[in-house]
Nanobody, 115 residues
Framework: QVQLVESGGGLVQAGGSLRLSCAAS????????IGWYRQAPGKQREWVAL???????NYADSAKGRFTISRDNAKNTVYLQMNSLKPEDTAVYYC?????????WGQGTQVTVSS
């Protein structure tokens, strides 16, 4: 069983930066894919950035050039560095891991970007 705990959210002004963390515990830090998703009020959850086990990455168009996903194996943690934040980035950000036939979600962390 894997537990994912996000942190690092908060309130930031437009143009600012935040770094989100997703700490995994309960098992070895091995996955097929791990990623960040977000859900704004009244909208469906959408993917933002993905990191595959082979270290390749993929970004939603809204995140390209501004967000960077990375991992620290020693800390069993995945990060999402978010720069040049916009009010439309306001959402609850979730971490999701797929490992074998199992899918795990974190509880989410709120990011609010003021104009």
């Amino acid at each position: 069983q894997v537990q994912l705990v996000e942190s690092g959210g908060g309130l930031v002004q437009a143009g600012g930066s935040l770094r989100l963390s997703c700490a995994a515990s309960g098992s070895t830090f091995s996955f097929n894919v791990i990623g960040w998703y977000r859900q704004a009020p009244g909208k469906q959850r959408e993917w933002v950035a993905l990191l595959y086990g082979g270290e390749s990455t993929n970004y939603a168009d809204s995140a390209k050039g501004r967000f960077t996903i990375s991992r620290d194996n020693a800390k069993n943690t995945v990060y999402l560095q978010m720069n040049s934040l916009k009010p439309e980035d306001t959402a609850v950000y979730y971490c999701k891991m797929i490992s074998g036939r199992y899918t795990y979600w974190g509880q989410g962390t709120q990011v609010t970007v003021s104009s």
